[in-house]
């Protein structure tokens, strides 16, 4: 079975400019969730979303919005682009979202950098 | 907010070695899972660990998740150049009953041959 899978794989743009990215969760998974990932850290949390409704968001501006769409892949979009939003961005998906030992697969993410 | 320090941050051992790394917490966590990641790919799950005081073994791998479920230890025995990578550990949170993971910002291991 495929697993994750994200497009594009990487992206060069400039400030002020807006990017969508793309994420396609593993066959029957129907939560999706976003994490930005900059150079030496660990991924941050942006986004969770569970039958195309927003569960979960991270301490990110308004410029970030996501949506997922009814076969449960979804589109992270940023407005805006600022330098700092060069980052390794990543997409999991799960079954469901439960509390406790549901586990995330993620996928192989976007290079994004902002020029 | 919910953090999870790892250490050490960076590690270089030799081949054969055996090395810990740990993840710690003020907070309790309802489960904790562990991934490795390489340059440019996301992160593979290793193990999650749901239960105080459980310990699971993945070959050469050992995963332990404290009695309080605050903090989890990943031990390597005889470390290969192959195991080079990013170690994650990931929390995720009691309250909110949400898959919100909150990360660490990793140990980066470099097993020399």
């Known amino acids: 079975d495929a697993g994750v899978t994200q497009s594009p794989t990487h992206l060069i743009k400039t400030r002020g400019q807006h990017v969508t990215l793309r994420c396609s969760p593993i066959?029957?998974?129907?939560?999706v969730s976003w994490y930005q990932q900059v150079l030496g850290q660990g991924p941050q949390f942006i986004f969770q979303?569970?039958?195309?409704?927003?569960?979960g968001r991270g301490n990110f501006p308004d410029r970030f919005s996501a949506r997922q769409f009814p076969n449960y892949s979804s589109e992270l979009n940023v407005n805006a682009l600022l330098l700092g939003d060069s980052a390794l961005y990543l997409c999991?998906?799960?079954?469901?979202?439960?509390?406790?030992?549901?586990?995330?697969?993620f996928g192989p993410g976007t290079r994004l950098l902002v020029l | 907010t919910q953090l999870l320090e790892q250490s050490p941050q960076f590690l270089s051992i030799q081949e054969g070695e055996n090395l810990t790394v740990y993840c710690n917490s003020s907070?309790?966590?309802?489960?904790l899972q562990w991934y490795r990641q390489e340059p440019g790919e996301g992160p593979v799950l290793l193990v999650t660990?749901?239960?105080?005081?459980e310990v699971k073994k993945l070959k050469r791998l050992t995963f332990q998740f404290g009695d309080a479920r605050k903090d989890s230890s990943l031990h390597i025995t005889a470390a290969q150049p192959g195991d080079t990578g990013l170690y994650l550990c990931?929390?995720?949170?009691?309250?909110?009953?949400?898959?919100?993971?909150?990360f660490g910002k990793g140990t980066k291991l470099t097993v020399n041959p």
């Open positions: 999991a998906s799960s079954f469901f979202p439960t509390s406790g030992g549901e586990t995330q697969y």
């Open positions: 660990v749901v239960t105080g005081g």
């Open positions: 066959s029957g998974h129907k939560s």
């Open positions: 907070s309790v966590f309802s489960s």
């Open positions: 990931a929390g995720a949170p009691t309250q909110g009953g949400s898959e919100k993971l909150v």
């Open positions: 979303y569970y039958e195309k409704e927003e569960r």
